[in-house]
């Protein structure tokens, strides 16, 4: 998959077949998309092409209200490329983008940079300043402009809305299943880890305290997940606390602390993966240490026996 960062670099692709959106998560309906795509483009002898913004559109046009996300941005590449897709164009948002026309869109990007031969858009997607670009806005000017409209059925978009509503509020909610099912995949949480109080250690339980890439990641509710972890290019079973830690710290912040099962490598500094599979219980404070550390060592044996099940 090639990427192009704006517009600056100079597009070169046969028989462009785009796609505009954030895709956020890349859920099973954004993979639909993809899939249809690569169906059109084969049918030209063409090349999928997805046109997508960063940051999100809405974390600039309304900054005081940011919209949480579903993804980090790199893990967004990773898997779009495992899908197939072929170009991938990311449009820095800008408060300027956002007063481009809907017809300066087409003409100056769609038309004169890219210059497509299809472009496959849902009934309900709008572009431009105050939204006036649509699909029946396409069609107005596909001939003039020589591009042909693919519409995607107002099923499969009803579908893929309902899919992010619901990923959103599973994860809200802690209901990992849930949101799995409409992922097509584990929830992802990407971080750097980070040097901790190292209190894990005292209790034969390490952790590695992980930060976000993406600081506006939406976070699971709080609580004790069964998670795989990828660390060092291979791929670990552990646990995964989300919460303020109220029996060793008061008024204490947000942490994700990973705890591999059968592993003792310093990660300090490292990037790794936790994807979330089951939630196990809500966090809790514990009248003691000791009690801390047998609830961890019961989280432990759930979690193993889920993923002994699992695999």
Do not use: W
């Not at 309906?29 to 940051?55: D, R």
């Not at 300066?104 to 299809?118: S, T, Y």
């Not at 519409?151 to 994860?171: H, M």
């Not at 000791?290 to 193993?304: C, G, N, S, T």
């Amino acid at each position: 998959m090639k990427i192009y960062k704006g517009l600056e670099t100079e597009f070169n692709c046969k028989n462009p077949v785009v796609t505009i959106g954030t895709f956020d998560g890349l859920h099973i309906g954004h993979q639909k998309i993809i899939e249809k795509l690569t169906e059109e483009a084969q049918k030209i002898n063409g090349e999928s092409v997805l046109l997508t913004f960063y940051p999100h559109p809405r974390s600039v046009i309304d900054s005081d209200n940011p919209i949480s996300l579903l993804q980090a941005h790199e893990d967004k590449l990773v898997e779009l490329e495992a899908l197939g897709l072929q170009h991938l164009i990311v449009l820095p948002f800008t408060s300027e983008l956002s007063t481009m026309t809907a017809y300066e869109f087409i003409k100056d990007i769609l038309v004169a940079h890219i210059k497509l031969k299809k472009i496959v858009i849902g009934y309900d997607h709008h572009f431009g300043n105050n939204r006036e670009g649509n699909l029946d806005f396409l069609n107005q000017h596909a001939q003039s402009m020589d591009f042909e409209v693919i519409e995607i059925p107002a099923k499969e978009i009803d579908e893929i809305k309902i899919s992010s509503t619901k990923i959103r509020e599973a994860i809200r909610n802690g209901e990992i299943e849930k949101a799995t099912k409409f992922l097509g995949k584990p929830y992802e949480i990407t971080g750097i880890v980070i040097q901790g109080k190292q209190l894990g250690r005292t209790i034969d339980y390490p952790t590695a305290n992980i930060i976000p890439i993406e600081a506006l990641q939406l976070l699971p509710k709080i609580g004790v997940y069964a998670v795989k972890i990828k660390a060092l290019h291979l791929s670990y079973n552990g646990l995964l606390n989300i919460g303020l830690r109220p029996t060793v710290e008061e008024n204490g912040q947000m942490k994700l602390e990973v705890h591999i099962f059968d592993f003792s490598e310093d990660l300090y500094g490292e990037k790794i993966q936790v994807h979330l599979y089951e939630r196990i219980r809500n966090e809790q404070k514990f009248a003691s240490i000791e009690a801390l550390k047998a609830q961890i060592e019961e989280d432990e044996i759930i979690a193993r026996s889920y993923f002994m099940h699992l695999d």
